[in-house]
């Protein structure tokens, strides 16, 4: 079973996510700052990372940064409700207009589950 690393501010939220990913077939861990998904991505054996922009301390996009200096192939999806996002690259980035199922149908692919893998990772919404 993959295991997604879930990050959100809004435990809420997070926590929502998580549930609809476990129901479809994955392991979800919820992280609600940069610092936590860090220490989670470290203790956990993580297969994807989706993460939230906008974040009080560390955003998305340094989180990334981070993940990928400790992993650098790690599969990032950053959601963000603020259109592209500079210096994201090769990184997935879905609007949360249309969180799911597109979230989910980038999960697939990425993990290798879908119908092709990823030949290149970015798409800007």
Known sequence: MKTILFVDDHEVLARLSCDILEMNG????????????LAKFENEDIDLVVTDFRMDGMNGLELAKRIRERRPDAP????????KL??????????????FPNLLEEIKTHLGE???A????LHAS
């Open 26 to 37: 994955y392991r979800a861990i919820s992280a609600y700052n940069g610092a936590d998904a």
């Open 76 to 83: 990032i999806i950053i959601v963000t409700g603020y259109g």
């Open 86 to 99: 500079e210096g994201a690259k090769d990184i997935i980035v879905l609007s949360k207009d249309t969180l």
């Open 114 to 116: 879908g119908e092709s």
């Open 118 to 121: 990823p030949d290149q990772v």
